[in-house]
């Protein structure tokens, strides 16, 4: 079984640019998550999806970060425009529905300079 | 709003040491609660899950964890650690009904040989 893709896998930006990342969750995962992990924390829940729905989106800087599933399976995170402190690594996760265990991609780490 | 706690950031052992990692929660209701596991350069694994059930929880790799409701805990044990078992360790709590689940900030295990 094919795991979460994610793309790409690290990018550095200077501070005030934009900056897109890609998911494709597992085949047949109706629920998406986008979290940010900061270093040294654990992993906030950015965004939820189920399908292309929003199910929570509350931890969503939405003055800056935006996030789509248009057609409930791949999705995409925005960053518009970057600060410093939005380094972090970017972690894409998928589950069947949303009561069952979520498998992680390998991430995107973010550094903005 | 809940929280998650883990309350050793950094552990270190010698193999063949046991292990135990502390979780515990704020929420008072029906929960669901996830022990993940990052290995260096890896994405993030389920190592267990609990749902319901019997509170003793067997995982991979030799892991378990003990629910205790009257403690709001979730440890995570193993007997005897391997040097291979070196990776940051995650507790996460979902609230029944709910999809939102919350990580802790992680407990980084470090095996020497």
């Known amino acids: 079984e094919a795991g979460v893709a994610q793309s790409p896998r690290y990018k550095i930006i200077e501070k005030r640019q934009s900056v897109a990342f890609w998911c494709n969750p597992i085949?047949?995962?109706?629920?998406l998550y986008w979290y940010q992990q900061i270093l040294g924390q654990g992993p906030k829940l950015l965004i939820q999806?189920?399908?292309?729905?929003?199910?929570?989106d509350s931890q969503l800087p939405k003055d800056r970060f935006s996030a789509e599933r248009l057609k409930g399976v791949d999705s995409t995170l925005k960053i518009q425009p970057a600060k410093l402190e939005d380094s972090a690594v970017y972690l894409c996760?998928?589950?069947?529905?949303?009561?069952?265990?979520?498998?992680f991609g390998q991430g995107t780490r973010l550094t903005v300079v | 709003a809940q929280s998650v706690s883990q309350h050793n950031h950094h552990v270190i052992l010698s193999e063949a040491a046991s292990l135990e990692l502390g979780c515990n929660y704020s929420?008072?209701?029906?929960?669901?609660l996830f022990w993940y596991v990052q290995y260096p350069g890896q994405h993030l694994q389920l190592l267990l899950k609990?749902?319901?059930?019997?509170?003793l929880v067997k995982g991979i790799k030799g892991f378990e964890a003990e629910f205790i409701k009257s403690k709001f805990s979730f440890n995570l044990r193993k007997p005897s650690v391997q040097w291979s078992d070196t990776a940051e360790y995650f507790c996460?709590?979902?609230?029944?009904?709910?999809?939102?689940?919350?990580f802790g900030r992680g407990t980084s295990l470090i095996v020497h040989p």
């Open positions: 609990y749902f319901s059930g019997d509170p």
């Open positions: 996760a998928s589950s069947l529905t949303g009561e069952t265990e979520a498998f």
């Open positions: 929420y008072g209701g029906t929960v669901n």
């Open positions: 996460a709590v979902r609230p029944g009904g709910s999809y939102i689940p919350t």
């Open positions: 999806f189920q399908n292309n729905g929003v199910v929570d």
């Open positions: 085949s047949g995962h109706a629920t």
